[in-house]
């Protein structure tokens, strides 16, 4: 999981993910938490996994929001779109693999 994480935002975030208070899911391909009705941060190697978690995520934990960066992907899935967040960074770009990155946690925490 913590490998996953970091080939996808470029960092140890290990601190961070140890302090959010969910209910991990996972599977082979990937791994999300679930806090608050909310599904974040979702981070998959494809679409098919990062399916599974979401569904099984609907269906056993009542998640009702994921904030994502891949609208069109969400909306075959079911979902609508409620608002929109800009992502931002200052300074160096950051080496990280937007690909893998299904949902984040937060807009603060990413």
Known sequence: MLKLD?????DDRSKLLSRIKGK????????????????????????????????????NLRVRLIITVKEEFIKSLGGEKVYECVRMRKG????????????IFRYSFG
């Open 92 to 103: 160096d770009k950051i080496n990280e693999d937007k690909e893998l990155i299904y949902g």
């Open 24 to 59: 991990i899911v996972y599977n082979e391909g990937g791994f999300g938490i679930v806090y608050r009705n909310v599904i974040g941060p979702l981070i998959a190697v494809n679409e098919l996994s990062a399916e599974e978690l979401i569904r099984y995520a609907v269906s």
């Open 6 to 10: 970091k080939m996808a935002f470029g």
